[in-house]
């Protein structure tokens, strides 16, 4: 059974940091990409950031600089370093698997975590 678990989510003043946790089992952690994608209230989920186990990475424009994608493949765990968060970066954050790799498209992922909560207040 396939798994992706988030961790990390909270609330934080604006120009803090959080670091998200996505726990992955159940799939080829060595042979995949993990994303994360945010979804504000009203609305559409929107791909954050992406790492591949070829060790490519991509941002979206709006986080490039602050937020930091990274891998422990000994863990099977992908992280998300967020620093200099803003209010607009406010939203469920989830994190999502396909194996093997390939484009890092929300509709294109095949597995999905059930989401982790970030509140930035200003």
């Known amino acids: 059974e396939v798994q992706l678990v988030e961790s990390g989510g909270g609330l934080v003043q604006a120009g803090g940091s959080l670091r998200l946790s996505c726990a992955a089992s159940?799939?080829?952690?060595?042979?995949?990409?993990i994303g994360w994608f945010r979804q504000a209230p009203g609305k559409e989920r929107e791909g954050v950031s992406c790492i591949s186990s070829s060790g490519s990475t991509y941002y979206a424009d709006s986080v490039k600089g602050r937020f930091t994608i990274s891998s422990d493949n000994a863990k099977n765990t992908v992280y998300l370093q967020m620093n200099s968060l803003k209010p607009e970066d406010t939203a469920v954050y989830y994190c999502a698997a396909r194996s093997p790799p390939g484009s890092c498209t929300a509709y294109g992922m095949d597995y999905w975590g059930k989401g982790t909560l970030v509140t930035v207040s200003s």
């Open positions: 159940g799939f080829t952690f060595d042979d995949s990409a």
